[in-house]
């Protein structure tokens, strides 16, 4: 199962897809993990590869709970 939950800030997105995640037992990741990152206490946004193999990496599993 694959679940694309979207939505405008703070709609209850990360929420949702948290208790999901628990009732259905399958993992959840947060967009802003996929756009950016940190290093050093700094965010930075991620190349346009570096995104792209995250979400590579996401689908791979079989099931997934992207928001």
């Known amino acids: 199962m694959k679940i694309l939950i979207f939505g405008i800030v703070a709609s209850g997105k990360t929420t949702l897809a948290r208790k999901m995640s628990d009732q259905l ?3 959840h990741y947060e967009g802003d993990c996929i756009a950016w990152g940190y290093s050093d206490e700094e965010r930075f946004k991620r190349s346009d590869q570096e995104q792209l193999d995250r ?12 928001e």
């Open 25 to 27: 037992n399958i993992p």
């Open 55 to 66: 979400i590579n990496r996401i689908n791979q599993n079989h099931s997934w709970i992207v």
